[in-house]
């Protein structure tokens, strides 16, 4: 059972231009989400998290949008950078005992020069 | 400040052998998780150690077992090896269960043949 899922595999997108990377969930019980990147040869990368009593999350050209109501968040990125292609995770958990944290299947994003 | 350093960096093994997986927190961590990650999907919890005792476990089998020591490095441990064991091991640390984000360390690629 996929509690965290990020329907599109891969997203190509124009340097400059806006990334929107998607993710649903299914269990409401979870309150903080997070999102990674990942390049080839390397461990994730923290970029940005967001509580589940907050619906926005800014960090410089990294936005997260959370929907409660629709179990959705998006990762917005602007504007799109070429170094900015790698594989985007999102994560999801419960903040309290282990905090195990639930990964979707990643979204390759490429952004062209 | 170095990061979460993992070794050996890739390994192959037989079925049926054993493996042991070693993982070096960043300074001033005192949780480790340790995650599976099998092509293509995302990372899968397998345990955390706090203070050197298991903090929660997800859905592996027994044969998979962890250690934490007092300088709260850790090791991952695999027994009677199957093929679906084959995989990046992602080993990541936190200042706290769960934390505001692990820092993840570049993995452990693990064949098993």
């Known amino acids: 059972d996929q509690q965290v899922k990020q329907n599109s595999p891969s997203l190509s997108v124009q340097e400059g231009r806006i990334s929107i990377l998607n993710c649903d969930y299914t269990?409401?019980?979870?309150?903080?989400f997070l999102w990674y990147k990942k390049y080839p040869a390397e461990g994730p990368t923290f970029l940005i998290s967001?509580?589940?009593?907050?619906d926005k999350n800014e960090d410089g050209r990294f936005t997260v949008f959370l929907n409660k109501s629709a179990k959705h968040l998006s990762l917005h990125i602007v504007p799109s950078q070429p170094g900015d292609s790698a594989v985007y995770f999102c994560a999801a958990t419960l903040t309290s005992g282990t905090y195990k944290y639930i990964f979707g299947t990643g979204t390759r994003l490429k952004v062209l020069a | 400040e170095t990061g979460v350093t993992q070794s050996p960096t890739h390994l192959i093994k037989t079925r049926g052998q054993q493996v042991t997986l070693r993982c070096s927190s960043q300074?001033?961590?005192?949780?480790v998780s340790w995650y599976q990650q099998a092509l293509g999907q995302g990372p899968q919890f397998i345990f955390q150690y706090y203070r050197e005792e298991e903090n929660g476990r997800g859905n592996f089998p027994p044969r998979f077992s962890g250690l934490q020591f007092p300088n709260y490095s850790s090791e991952l441990n695999v027994n009677a090896l199957e093929l679906d064991d084959s995989a990046l091991y992602l080993c990541a640390s936190s200042f706290a269960p769960g934390g505001y984000g692990y820092t993840f360390g570049s993995g452990t690629r693990l064949t098993v043949v």
């Open positions: 300074s001033g961590h005192n949780t």
């Open positions: 269990n409401s019980m979870f309150d903080y």
């Open positions: 967001i509580s589940s009593i907050k």
